[in-house]
């Protein structure tokens, strides 16, 4: 009761503390970027013009649309957020204009004869390159009746919104580029730059003719320069530049040896086997069909082919890895075959299970006599190209059809028997039908088995711990420097400028640590938290092989520099700019050293020659026998018949010029079809930067980085 009564004659000190936990909670959120009781978001991905992106729906869509495709996942997220970005644009300028997209245009771009590019690239057979309809249709009897499934469903809403998007987009560009025009003053103009021809001899004095150190740089060198080319190396958000060392992880003579012996160990057995199929599936092997002699590699190309069947050659070495072949079969295969077959595509575990059953049936029914190919090809193939024809597939050679399929007709197929053939579209029964002998070349049927020449366990350990090491000696990049100084097996690589979403660091490509640090050097780390220029990283981030399960290399970052939006500083891009700095002080030096002479006293200088460039057009980047130089180009337009122009610093070299051709330009003699090239180059760039331009005139708040 004592403890009541002083808080009641106290309330104002509970009240203080309950403001000060709030407050300390609501610190906490804004400091961790998560939920408050403001309402910031702590699932908020991205604020586009005021959409606000959940990092939870964008999972979810990522996860429909590729849940199943093995395309590379930082790719596709980039590629999600962009159809975000434009999603929201589009449909914002769409309301602006009155632009829109109609039921029955929709239904005509899914379903109709004039299909979005997003569903032609989607619904493509392989084996006909076109689109396939007959999927097209199972889909709309599937939405029309209500029966498509959930997941499906799903995936169409989110498709039907990009079909949209790019509408939109088509019909925006498609308006912007109807307004281009070109009035025929400024045609009469463009005609004549592109007709003009010009001829001028020259001579190229090669930097190197001056020695490096005959030049000293300033800051101020760097800053002019900088400041000459400001739009090429104007910044528009935040980069960093990250050092790092990485740390290979190679096999030893002990690892190699100890791999030689597990094949060695093996081969008793494999000889034996009557399963070869189980056998290299539990030895990381694989059974290759139809192999001729010129695709195998010298160290066995002429032994299988007169090895008897069931024998084993190897241990070898092929493409990093130690190998035993055995030799299963060997025949002569035909030039051409002919055959036919029934598919049932599938597309699911559901969808396979029930396809298996049912080819299996089909085969039975033609083995026992109760059915003809033909008539079951007609009610069953899922294949229209040939259903109507029993199957038929006419004539085909070698390598015209997908391997699995080829290699049974070609190897395992004779006239008469009935072959269940799996490939991508589905699973086949098919029978050859017929065969031609021309070249009479053999082929082989091998099983393998392989250990790849991996650093073993104890290796990877030993070289990650000597990483460890360097982490916890050389905290700071400048002792990390004066290491790596000390070990020439070692070299600390710097990172091209990288921005908060980048998810690949230099020589080392990208992937998952290579994301990993982006994030710790942007402060997106939840374990370390942002670090300070000079600072190593107390992580060291482990690269895999993709598919693999050893580590090749593990990598000690630090972070090198961080450059604010806008015009970078000389320290952040000083290695980047220094040779071209150099050579714009070297072609000063040059230039003073020849000004006013002529070409041929100029040659005889530098022990060089007067060269010719002729026929030299103001519409092209490119000078015959010189190369891209936009200076030398310009001062030759600028230039009258037997004038020579002053130095000129190009990107090669130094450039003295003297014209010695230059004919009056003719104006285009018609205009129309000139007003239609120069529309079209217009056009071109139009498409090329309409989202860009809608992009840089947009709120965009991205916060990807956060999460992924």
């Given at each position: 009761?004592?403890?009541?009564?002083?808080?009641?004659?106290?309330?104002?000190?509970?009240?203080?503390?309950?403001?000060?936990?709030?407050?300390?909670?609501?610190?906490?959120?804004?400091?961790?970027?998560?939920?408050?009781?403001?309402?910031?978001?702590?699932?908020?991905?991205?604020?586009?013009?005021?959409?606000?992106?959940?990092v939870n729906e964008f999972n979810r869509v990522d996860q429909i649309l590729y849940g199943n495709s093995g395309a590379d996942v930082y790719a596709r997220r980039d590629y999600l957020f962009n159809f975000y970005v434009e999603e929201t644009l589009l449909q914002e300028e769409a309301e602006e204009i009155g632009l829109g997209v109609s039921k029955e245009e929709l239904v005509d771009l899914q379903f109709g004869?004039?299909?979005?590019?997003?569903?032609?690239?989607?619904?493509?057979?392989?084996?006909?390159?076109?689109?396939?309809?007959?999927?097209?249709?199972?889909?709309?009897?599937a939405i029309q009746n209500g029966t498509l499934d959930p997941q499906l469903r799903q995936f169409w809403a989110i498709q039907e919104k990009e079909i949209i998007t790019d509408a939109l987009k088509r019909k925006l560009t498609t308006m912007l580029t109807k307004a281009v025009?070109?009035?025929?003053?400024?045609?009469?103009?463009?005609?004549?730059?592109?007709?003009?021809?010009?001829?001028?001899?020259?001579?190229?004095?090669?930097?190197?003719?001056?020695?490096?150190?005959?030049?000293?740089?300033?800051?101020?060198?760097?800053?002019?320069?900088?400041?000459?080319?400001?739009?090429?190396?104007?910044?528009?958000?935040?980069?960093?530049?990250?050092?790092?060392?990485?740390?290979?992880?190679?096999?030893?003579?002990?690892?190699?040896?100890?791999?030689?012996?597990?094949?060695?160990?093996?081969?008793?057995?494999?000889?034996?086997?009557?399963?070869d199929s189980l056998f290299v599936e539990n030895n990381y092997g694989y059974i290759e069909t139809n192999v001729k002699k010129e695709q195998l590699p010298p160290v066995i190309a002429d032994t299988v082919f007169v090895a008897p069947i069931g024998s084993v050659i190897g241990p070898y070495i092929d493409q990093g890895e130690y190998r035993a072949v055995k030799v299963l079969d060997r025949k002569v295969v035909p030039d051409s075959v002919r055959a036919r077959h029934i598919l049932k595509r599938v597309e699911g575990s559901q969808q396979l299970a029930q396809a298996q059953r049912t080819i299996d049936s089909l085969k039975n029914l033609i083995e026992t006599g109760q059915a003809t190919f033909d008539s079951l090809a007609a009610a069953f193939s899922d294949d229209p190209s040939n259903a109507g024809k029993g199957g038929d597939l006419g004539w085909f050679g070698e390598g015209m059809m997908v391997k699995p399929f080829n290699d049974a007709c070609f190897f395992e197929g004779e006239p008469g028997k009935l072959m269940v053939v799996y490939t991508q579209f589905g699973i086949h029964l098919v029978e050859v039908t017929d065969r031609k002998f021309i070249n009479n070349t053999e082929a082989v049927k091998l099983a393998y088995i392989t250990q790849p020449i991996v650093p073993s366990e104890e290796t990877q350990s030993r070289v990650r711990n000597?990483?460890?090491d360097f982490v916890e000696q050389y905290p700071t990049l400048e002792a990390l420097?004066?290491?790596?100084?000390?070990?020439?097996?070692?070299?600390?690589?710097?990172?091209p400028p990288l921005t908060a979403n980048d998810y690949s660091v230099g020589?080392?490509?990208?992937?998952?640590?290579?994301?990993?640090?982006?994030?710790?050097?942007?402060?997106y780390d939840p374990n370390t938290g942002e670090p300070d220029v000079g600072?190593?990283?107390?992580?060291?981030?482990?690269?895999?092989?993709?598919?693999?399960?050893?580590?090749?290399?593990?990598?000690?970052?630090?972070?090198?520099?961080?450059?604010?939006?806008?015009?970078?500083?000389?320290?952040?891009?000083?290695?980047?700019?220094?040779?071209?700095?150099?050579?714009?002080?070297?072609?000063?030096?040059?230039?003073?050293?020849?000004?006013?002479?002529?070409?041929?006293?100029?040659?005889?200088q530098y022990e060089l020659s007067v060269?010719?460039?002729?026929?030299?057009?103001?519409?092209?980047?490119?000078?015959?026998?010189?190369?891209?130089?936009?200076?030398?180009?310009?001062?030759?337009?600028?230039?009258?018949?037997?004038?020579?122009?002053?130095?000129?610093?190009?990107?090669?070299?130094?450039?003295?010029?003297?014209?010695?051709?230059?004919?009056?330009?003719?104006?285009?003699?018609?205009?129309?079809?000139?007003?239609?090239?120069?529309?079209?180059?217009?056009?071109?760039?139009?498409?090329?930067?309409?989202?860009?331009?809608?992009?840089?005139?947009?709120?965009?708040?991205?916060?990807?980085?956060?999460?992924?």
């Open positions: 009761m004592a403890l009541i009564s002083k808080i009641r004659n106290n309330s104002w000190l509970l009240v203080v503390l309950l403001a000060l936990g709030l407050g300390g909670f609501v610190l906490m959120d804004m400091v961790s970027g998560q939920q408050s009781v403001f309402g910031s978001g702590r699932t908020r991905l991205a604020d586009i013009d005021g959409r606000k992106v959940d004869v004039n299909l979005s590019p997003i569903i032609q690239q989607r619904f493509v057979n392989p084996n006909t390159g076109q689109v396939d309809r007959n999927i097209l249709n199972q889909y709309r009897t025009y070109t009035p025929n003053w400024q045609l009469e103009m463009l005609g004549e730059e592109q007709a003009q021809k010009v001829d001028f001899a020259y001579v190229q004095v090669p930097y190197d003719v001056v020695d490096n150190s005959e030049v000293t740089l300033t800051d101020e060198d760097f800053e002019n320069y900088l400041e000459a080319h400001k739009a090429k190396y104007w910044q528009d958000e935040e980069t960093r530049r990250v050092a790092y060392v990485a740390f290979e992880v190679v096999p030893t003579p002990e690892d190699s040896a100890a791999l030689r012996k597990t094949i060695d160990d093996l081969i008793p057995a494999f000889a034996e086997t009557e399963d000597e990483a460890l420097r004066a290491a790596v100084a000390e070990r020439p097996d070692l070299t600390l690589e710097v990172s020589a080392l490509g990208s992937g998952p640590a290579a994301r990993e640090i982006v994030r710790w050097a942007f402060g600072e190593v990283s107390p992580n060291i981030y482990t690269f895999q092989p993709e598919g693999a399960y050893y580590v090749e290399k593990f990598v000690v970052a630090a972070l090198q520099a961080v450059q604010e939006p806008g015009l970078p500083s000389v320290d952040y891009i000083r290695d980047e700019i220094e040779p071209l700095v150099l050579n714009e002080k070297k072609g000063a030096i040059i230039s003073e050293q020849i000004k006013g002479k002529e070409l041929e006293a100029i040659a005889a060269d010719t460039a002729q026929n030299v057009n103001f519409g092209s980047s490119v000078i015959p026998g010189i190369g891209t130089e936009p200076r030398v180009l310009g001062w030759a337009f600028v230039l009258d018949q037997g004038q020579q122009s002053d130095p000129i610093t190009g990107n090669n070299g130094v450039y003295v010029i003297k014209i010695t051709f230059k004919p009056a330009p003719t104006p285009p003699a018609n205009l129309a079809i000139f007003r239609q090239t120069a529309a079209l180059s217009a056009r071109s760039w139009i498409q090329a930067r309409v989202m860009d331009a809608l992009k840089e005139l947009a709120d965009i708040e991205d916060y990807r980085a956060k999460f992924f």
